[in-house]
């Protein structure tokens, strides 16, 4: 069979689809991310497209089952379900692309005394001669003046006498940890990368490590996104296929040199100047990418394969740095509370180290730290994928036309879009929005039931009720967005999570809410949610607004944190000697919890528990 040629529109794509190809695969492979929360499963409709033309397999059941019958009639269809049988136009609405998110990403400095544990040292050095004929290592090594003896990394050793010879007996010699990692032309500065790098995002940070500066910060779609959205997913396509682990660990390779490249370019240096990286990362993250085993992380008692920090040669992960640089990954603490969230508490420590705290870093799987009394105790719940977006029926991604901020004054309803564009979806600051705002205006019961009669854009629709959030009206052309009765539920399922697990936290450790002086709310949503509409709906206990600080990406500040200072990195080791991990997942204690936090209502302190 041949070939059939693929036109996506309005991004302006087009290829070729071999017979055999879903969709999802072909849009994937012409660089069209399309959205795959679920890993192509067709269970969370988020690459739903349009078909506008050609022939196509007949409508699978998951597909019968995301669609109503008008829908597939006018040419609704998953793209991970749907195979084209001849040559075919599709429309790609705008809520399926997935390259578009709002990014998060800090350029600031961090203040921290520079202690890198790279030292450079400016050399100068004589010419061998007849009278003195020194190899051209040991000439260089004499004129090192650091303390013991100085290990060569046999790349930089390959290339030094040319390197010498070049630049006139006059360069740059990187040291770190008694090993030379790399020279430099005289007169260079040496540089380091620091990663935060997170299921959906990578964000990482071009910094100058004589200087502390920070030349350049972006961030990019993971390009394992491809595999799946959700980290279980991504566990099950490393685990299920002979290569996955393989193909996971080169996707995020490639993701990490187009970065750092990119970063490179913007400060002009090159990604052979970079001595050395931090990267941070959930321990899914951290395990795929180093091609670790898996498996494990999905059964109990879900144990990583290595909790603790690891200093590895960059090229042995493929990335193509400094001859001779590191790459240092700080520890995880569990299987699911991973180093990202130690970066967190290492950029935020001035926050929390005196007194009672909690940082919480919210996301499909949330992760909480208490502490209290010196002692950190850590937990993670899986918090699912409704504030990401997904599994919300108008959900979508915070990318441009996204509703975030949702507001209600009787009749009235209002709402603000990410950019300002014209509303096309839902994102999960907005969906949080919305379902606090009608529980708040009585529409929604503490139950999450939809109440009948209301408010006026209470609809009926095939037999359950919805919100009208945006209408179709005047000369708007689409879409509606609504808010329907499993959107709530699926809200409720993950500030019930979330809420259970602050609960038994502050139980385990005989804390009452109102002596938590700081609640530190890191990462991307956290940075976007309206902290009263959180607090009324209970997923956030009750406490003053004050005690509330959103900080935004603490984990992209930590890698930064951990990149330039050595006494950072010996911190990491006394913070983790208090950290306890308390393990969520099919206790009783968290079902019971669980199911009191699905009512919506705000989290009232236990009085029984109110010490302080
Ligand atoms: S429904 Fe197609 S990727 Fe999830």
Same mark, same amino acid.
């Given at each position: 069979?041949?070939?059939?040629?693929? !036109?996506?529109?309005?991004?302006?794509?087009?290829?070729?689809?071999?017979?055999?190809?879903?969709?999802?695969?072909?849009?994937?492979?012409?660089?069209?991310?399309?959205?795959?929360?679920?890993?192509?499963?067709?269970?969370?409709?988020?690459?739903?497209?349009?078909?506008?033309?050609?022939?196509?397999?007949?409508?699978?059941?998951?597909?019968?089952?995301?669609?109503? !019958?008008?829908?597939?009639?006018?040419?609704?269809?998953?793209?991970?379900?749907?195979?084209?049988?001849?040559?075919?136009?599709?429309?790609? *609405? *705008?809520?399926?692309?997935?390259?578009?998110?709002?990014?998060?990403?800090?350029?600031?400095?961090?203040?921290?005394?520079?202690?890198?544990?790279?030292?450079?040292?400016?050399?100068?050095?004589?010419?061998?001669?007849? #009278?003195?004929?020194?190899?051209?290592?040991?000439?260089?090594?004499?004129?090192?003046?650091?303390?013991?003896? /100085?290990?060569?990394?046999?790349?930089?050793?390959?290339?030094?006498?040319?390197?010498?010879?070049?630049?006139?007996?006059?360069?740059?010699?990187?040291?770190?940890?008694? +090993?030379?990692?790399?020279?430099?032309?005289?007169?260079?500065?040496?540089?380091?990368?620091?990663?935060?790098?997170?299921?959906?995002?990578?964000?990482?940070?071009?910094?100058?490590?004589?200087?502390?500066?920070?030349?350049?910060?972006?961030?990019?779609?993971?390009?394992?996104?491809?595999?799946?959205?959700?980290?279980? =997913?991504?566990?099950?396509?490393?685990?299920?296929?002979?290569?996955?682990?393989?193909?996971?660990?080169?996707?995020?390779?490639?993701?990490?040199?187009?970065?750092?490249?990119?970063?490179?370019? !913007?400060?002009?240096?090159?990604?052979?100047?970079?001595?050395?990286?931090?990267?941070?990362?959930?321990?899914?993250?951290?395990?795929?990418?180093?091609?670790?085993?898996?498996?494990?992380?999905?059964?109990?008692?879900?144990?990583?394969?290595?909790?603790?920090?690891?200093?590895?040669?960059?090229?042995?992960? @493929?990335?193509?740095?400094?001859?001779?640089?590191?790459?240092?990954?700080?520890?995880?603490?569990?299987?699911?509370?991973?180093?990202?969230?130690?970066?967190?508490?290492?950029? =935020?420590?001035? !926050?929390?180290?005196?007194?009672?705290?909690?940082?919480?870093?919210?996301?499909?799987?949330?992760?909480?730290?208490?502490?209290?009394? @010196?002692?950190?105790?850590? =937990?993670?719940?899986?918090?699912? *994928?409704?504030?990401?977006?997904?599994?919300?029926?108008?959900?979508?991604?915070?990318?441009?036309?996204?509703?975030?901020?949702?507001?209600?004054?009787?009749?009235?309803?209002?709402?603000?879009?990410?950019?300002?564009?014209?509303?096309?979806?839902?994102?999960?600051?907005?969906?949080?929005?919305? /379902?606090?705002?009608?529980?708040?205006?009585?529409? &929604?019961?503490?139950?999450?039931?939809?109440?009948? @009669?209301?408010?006026?854009?209470?609809?009926?629709?095939?037999?359950?009720?919805?919100?009208?959030?945006? *209408?179709?009206?005047?000369?708007?052309?689409?879409?509606?967005?609504?808010?329907?009765?499993?959107?709530?539920? +699926?809200?409720?399922?993950?500030?019930?999570?979330?809420?259970?697990?602050?609960?038994? &936290?502050?139980? #385990?450790?005989?804390?009452?809410?109102?002596?938590?002086?700081?609640?530190?709310?890191?990462?991307?949503?956290?940075?976007?949610?309206?902290?009263?509409? #959180? /607090?009324?709906?209970?997923?956030?206990?009750?406490?003053? &607004?004050?005690?509330?600080?959103?900080?935004?990406?603490?984990?992209?500040?930590?890698?930064?944190?951990?990149?330039?200072?050595?006494?950072?990195?010996?911190?990491?080791?006394?913070?983790?000697?208090?950290?306890?991990?308390?393990?969520?997942?099919?206790?009783?204690?968290?079902?019971?919890?669980?199911?009191?936090?699905?009512? &919506?209502?705000?989290?009232?302190?236990?009085?029984?528990?109110?010490?302080?």
């Amino acid at each position: 069979m041949s070939d059939h040629q693929i !036109e996506l529109q309005p991004v302006g794509r087009r290829g070729s689809c071999p017979a055999g190809e879903t969709l999802l695969a072909c849009a994937h492979r012409l660089g069209v991310e399309l959205v795959s929360v679920c890993g192509g499963f067709g269970k969370c409709r988020g690459c739903k497209v349009r078909v506008m033309a050609g022939r196509f397999s007949e409508a699978t059941p998951a597909e019968r089952e995301a669609f109503t !019958e008008e829908e597939l009639a006018s040419g609704w269809r998953l793209a991970c379900q749907t195979y084209p049988q001849n040559d075919c136009r599709v429309h790609v *609405p *705008p809520e399926s692309l997935g390259g578009q998110q709002r990014l998060q990403v800090e350029g600031r400095d961090v203040d921290v005394s520079l202690d890198s544990p790279i030292r450079s040292f400016a050399c100068r050095l004589e010419p061998p001669s007849l #009278a003195k004929p020194v190899a051209d290592a040991e000439n260089l090594l004499e004129k090192i003046s650091a303390p013991g003896p /100085i290990h060569l990394d046999i790349r930089v050793l390959r290339d030094l006498s040319t390197r010498l010879r070049e630049w006139d007996w006059n360069l740059k010699a990187h040291i770190q940890d008694r +090993e030379l990692v790399a020279v430099s032309p005289p007169g260079s500065r040496p540089f380091g990368l620091a990663v935060d790098l997170g299921s959906t995002k990578i964000a990482g940070y071009l910094i100058a490590l004589d200087t502390g500066k920070t030349l350049a910060s972006q961030a990019i779609m993971n390009p394992q996104i491809s595999k799946g959205e959700d980290i279980i =997913t991504r566990i099950n396509f490393a685990i299920r296929s002979s290569d996955g682990r393989t193909l996971m660990a080169n996707l995020v390779r490639e993701g990490l040199m187009k970065l750092a490249g990119d970063l490179c370019a !913007e400060a002009g240096v090159e990604t052979v100047d970079i001595l050395e990286a931090v990267i941070v990362g959930n321990t899914a993250m951290h395990h795929l990418m180093l091609g670790l085993p898996v498996r494990q992380l999905a059964i109990s008692p879900f144990v990583p394969a290595v909790c603790g920090d690891l200093n590895i040669k960059a090229r042995d992960i @493929g990335l193509d740095f400094a001859p001779g640089a590191y790459v240092y990954l700080p520890s995880n603490i569990a299987g699911f509370v991973g180093a990202d969230h130690v970066a967190a508490l290492t950029a =935020t420590d001035g !926050e929390w180290n005196h007194g009672n705290g909690m940082v919480i870093d919210i996301g499909t799987n949330t992760e909480i730290s208490l502490i209290t009394r @010196g002692k950190i105790t850590s =937990t993670s719940c899986a918090s699912g *994928p409704a504030f990401e977006g997904y599994q919300i029926r108008d959900g979508m991604r915070a990318s441009p036309g996204a509703i975030e901020k949702v507001y209600l004054w009787g009749e009235d309803v209002g709402y603000k879009t990410i950019d300002e564009a014209e509303p096309i979806g839902i994102c999960g600051s907005g969906i949080l929005d919305a /379902i606090s705002q009608l529980y708040l205006a009585g529409v &929604l019961d503490k139950g999450g039931r939809i109440q009948k @009669g209301s408010h006026s854009r209470v609809v009926e629709k095939n037999g359950h009720l919805e919100f009208i959030l945006v *209408p179709l009206e005047g000369d708007r052309r689409g879409p509606e967005i609504s808010i329907t009765q499993k959107d709530v539920r +699926e809200v409720q399922l993950g500030k019930a999570a979330i809420q259970a697990a602050i609960e038994i &936290l502050m139980e #385990a450790e005989a804390v009452s809410p109102k002596e938590i002086e700081k609640v530190i709310i890191a990462g991307a949503f956290g940075t976007y949610i309206d902290v009263s509409n #959180a /607090i009324a709906i209970g997923m956030l206990p009750s406490l003053p &607004l004050s005690r509330f600080h959103q900080v935004g990406n603490a984990a992209g500040i930590g890698a930064k944190l951990l990149l330039l200072s050595f006494a950072k990195r010996k911190a990491v080791g006394n913070l983790l000697s208090r950290v306890k991990y308390l393990e969520l997942a099919g206790t009783p204690e968290f079902s019971k919890a669980f199911t009191r936090a699905c009512l &919506l209502e705000p989290y009232h302190l236990n009085p029984d528990a109110e010490g302080g």
